[in-house]
């Protein structure tokens, strides 16, 4: 370069520290992980995608550690560069001439003889090495993606030639040296769950998306404010942008022009929305495409496709699913995993883990890049149809595998996969050809429907093939089973008060159970007609009608057996169980239920079984024995909690509560309803398909209420209502006898400090590491080693061991109270 051109370039990517970010909002977290990392590390990369906030978070990181660099904090911008030559002469150029306290008898490099250390012998990055020995400094590296091995290379050679030296650097990759230490710099706002839902915002005050967004709207209008008005259209402007701090600022410039709510309602078309960014802002920096646009460039060739491919997918893909729909036409199938990590590493698929699997996902605005790119290559139809065949591949599995060993692991993985399956039957109901096989596919995914508590949706997806599949067909036969057991579920869960609503439904139920009776007989489909009887049972029993219930349970158990069914004959079992505990015959009661495990067990099954089981410590428990029955009740609970079965898991623990008051554990009793409080508003559920089981629900109340008295009954409910869901599930499976919280003495003092105590009770309302630190204002690293501590003085290995402690601290203390 001429030494005009040198000049020019190095004031474009050297930019003066200022003392304090002024524009730096939220991130408290984050910025205490930096300090402490530039604290322990020589090298510090923050990774994410582009736009996140890495080179302002290292700004402020840097400005409130500049007084421990004696040398000073140099910031270089690397954008504009193009080779390693260019690096090192700005980074020369921005950290200046060698300082006059360097003493001259600072050693040379020891890879060089003191013959060749002549300013002629020495490369530029030798020389560059010689003049930093010494210095006690901090260097920002900002945006080395495009550069990532020079700047690997650059690193490594003055790390070891200035050992006071630190290197703060960004880039949408690791640079990959062996003394980086990463910090991944997430978006503002966490990412969806599976259905493709978004957890509740905190309030608008304290979330940081939301703040972000007013700090720049303030800078446009500076009257702006969050109102109740335009709260909503704010909130979601931030979820739309996926809590991107730069697109949250492009968007805020909107406001010139656009109310929040006009704004909020032109986000489908993102791309062209959010532009004009800050002209003396970096050109990648000034719209939301310039900015994707950067990675893009950034990927290889099968990477872009990798990427445009995986935008069909909605909350998330696992790596056999990125196999099966992406691989073929330029991708083989053994390529996908390294593509995979390429893309993690470049920060645009963001991985997740789960207990079984990894997962990925895209970012909403990096999924609509990827589909724009595909619908520009002509693919997106193919790839649909694609995504579409694994789904009801998937689905069909399932309902394969619904009585068996492999059932669990089939059902969960449908929890995961929501978003996905109702991209796959949008797919199917958008196209008047591939309306039967979405009929299909959305009856085969009755259960989900069920454990999911996605009644209504499931109701919708059949009653639009119905509406189509009009002849007398065995799909149309099983849909309307479908549809009828769902009504059935959706009635029992109609809100006190929906007399009306709750009798439509029962109609609505037996009109459809009626015609696939009649289909069932005219097909000659004997598993038609037995759950034709079991629905119809359900139905009688939430007419108040036991005795007929019974009578079609009986019918549907025979027709069960002849057609070798063992779900259909397992579900009647349950409920001719349930339905002779209700007559008052907890005897006939005990041997339908122990019929059923026996069953279960014949064929490695687990989730009917644990129905059965619950079933089974209803009827001891209306027997008698309350011991047998709570054990039974427990076993059941720690199965449907594993597989994310809500509505399983507040039976079981409905059931407890009934128990407890039976027996006269009244604190107990209340607190287990007030855990049930907050999971029945939670899931919108109630002991939804189990009719007059409510009955016991309101006797446990009634009983609570007597035992306790008023205050002290509300007391307790308002406790269970408040724990967390890990204390809450500990606390139903304490395993203590009545006799023994009789009698229970003061407890031991506790081994935790103050500062522990209230951590362990942050751990116990289910928060995680780093949302522990961000409310105690302290540094995850730190919230680990208090966690650790906890482990250690009460002999646990798990946090789930902390919660239960917690709460039986808690319950102690109440009953202390109490006395």
Not at 130 to 141: D, M, N, S, T
Not at 221 to 234: G, I
Not at 541 to 570: F, N, Q, T
Request: aromatic share 4%; charged share 25%; with cysteine.
């Amino acid at each position: 370069m001429s030494g005009a051109a040198s000049s020019d370039s190095t004031r474009r990517q050297r930019r003066e520290l200022p003392a304090e970010v002024t524009s730096f909002v939220g991130r408290r977290h984050e910025l205490a992980e930096v300090k402490r990392l530039l604290s322990a590390s020589r090298m510090v990369t923050l990774t994410g995608m582009g736009g996140v906030g890495k080179t302002r978070l290292a700004m402020r990181a840097a400005g409130e550690v500049r007084r421990a660099f004696r040398h000073g904090v140099s910031l270089v911008e690397l954008a504009e560069l193009d080779d390693s030559e260019q690096l090192i002469q700005v980074i020369s150029t921005v950290m200046g001439p060698p300082p006059e306290t360097q003493t001259p008898e600072t050693p040379p490099l020891e890879t060089l003889s003191p013959e060749a250390l002549t300013p002629e012998a020495l490369t530029p990055l030798e020389q560059l090495a010689e003049e930093l020995r010494g210095r006690q400094a901090l260097l920002i590296l900002d945006n080395c993606e495009h550069l990532l091995l020079d700047c690997a290379v650059v690193a490594e050679t003055l790390l070891r030639s200035a050992p006071d030296l630190r290197i703060l650097a960004t880039s949408r990759q690791a640079l990959g040296t062996a003394s980086e230490h990463l910090l991944s710099v997430p978006p503002l706002l966490p990412p969806p769950g599976a259905d493709g839902s978004r957890s509740p915002l905190r309030s608008s005050a304290q979330n940081e998306a939301v703040q972000l967004f007013t700090d720049r709207a303030r800078a446009v209008l500076p009257d702006f404010a969050v109102t109740e008005s335009n709260r909503d259209a704010v909130e979601g402007i931030c979820r739309r942008l996926d809590g991107i701090p730069l697109a949250i600022e492009l968007a805020a410039m909107r406001l010139r022009a656009l109310s929040a709510q006009e704004l909020f309602d032109r986000l489908d078309d993102r791309f062209r929305l959010v532009t004009r960014g800050s002209p003396a802002a970096p050109p990648r920096h000034r719209t939301l495409q310039a900015l994707i646009d950067w990675s893009h460039d950034l990927c290889t060739e099968q990477e872009r496709l990798l990427w445009a491919r995986a935008s069909v997918f909605s909350g998330g893909l696992d790596l056999e699913a990125a196999e099966a729909v992406c691989a073929g036409d330029g991708i083989a199938r053994e390529e996908i995993i390294d593509l995979v990590t390429g893309l993690v590493d470049k920060s645009v698929l963001i991985r997740e883990e789960h207990p079984a699997e990894a997962r990925y996902h895209l970012l909403e605005t990096t999924r609509q890049y990827g589909l724009n790119r595909l619908a520009e290559a002509g693919d997106e139809h193919a790839l649909r149809a694609r995504h579409r065949d694994h789904f009801l591949r998937l689905s069909a599995e399932a309902r394969a595998r619904l009585f068996g060993p492999a059932q669990a692991p089939s059902l969960t993985r449908l929890i995961r996969e929501h978003a996905n399956l109702r991209a796959a039957l949008e797919y199917c109901f958008a196209d008047p050809a591939e309306l039967t096989t979405g009929l299909g596919m959305a009856a085969d995914l009755t259960d989900h429907w069920v454990i999911g508590q996605h009644l209504a949706e499931g109701r919708r997806w059949l009653d639009r093939g119905l509406a189509v599949e009009t002849g007398p067909t065995e799909l149309r036969a099983r849909a309307l089973l479908a549809g009828g057991r769902l009504a059935l579920l959706q009635a029992d869960t109609a809100p006190p008060g929906g007399a009306s609503a709750r009798d439509g439904l029962l109609g609505e139920a037996t009109a459809m159970l009626e015609e696939s009776r009649a289909l069932g007989e005219r097909l000659g489909r004997p598993s038609i007609l037995g759950y034709a009887d079991l629905y119809t049972g359900m139905l009688a029993g939430l007419r108040g009608d036991a005795e007929s219930a019974v009578k079609s349970y009986e019918e549907a158990a025979a027709r069960h057996r002849a057609a070798d069914d063992p779900a259909g004959l397992a579900t009647t079992l349950i409920r001719l169980s349930l339905a002779h505990c209700l007559a008052g015959d907890p005897r006939r009661a005990v041997a339908m239920a122990e019929e059923c495990i026996e069953l279960c067990d014949a064929h490695g099954e687990r989730w009917y079984r644990a129905y059965a089981l619950l079933t089974l410590g209803i009827a001891t428990w209306r027997d008698g024995d309350t011991r047998r029955a709570t054990a039974l009740a427990k076993q059941s609970l720690r199965f449907t909690r594993s597989i994310e079965d809500s509505l399983g898991v507040g039976a079981g623990i409905e059931v407890l509560a009934w128990i407890a008051a039976a027996e006269g554990r009244h604190q107990r009793a209340a607190q287990l309803l007030g855990i049930l409080q907050t999971l029945w508003r939670a899931t919108g559920a109630t002991l939804a398909g189990f009719g007059r089981l409510m009955d016991f629900h309101d006797r446990c109340e009634s009983t609570t209420r007597q035992g306790l008295g008023e205050p002290a009954f509300r007391e307790a409910v308002r406790r269970g209502a408040a724990l967390g869901p890990d204390t809450a599930l500990g606390y139903a499976l304490q395993d203590r006898s009545s006799a023994e919280e009789g009698r229970e003495e003061a407890p031991a003092p506790s081994p935790l400090t103050r500062r522990e105590t209230e951590i362990a009770r942050l751990v116990a309302k289910g928060l995680s590491n780093k949302e522990i630190a961000t409310t105690l204002t302290i540094a995850q690293r730190t919230a680990e080693g208090h966690i650790e501590h906890i482990l250690g003085k009460l002999g646990f290995n798990s946090r789930t061991q902390i919660a239960v402690w917690v709460g039986e601290q808690q319950e102690v203390g109440a009953k202390r109270t109490d006395a």
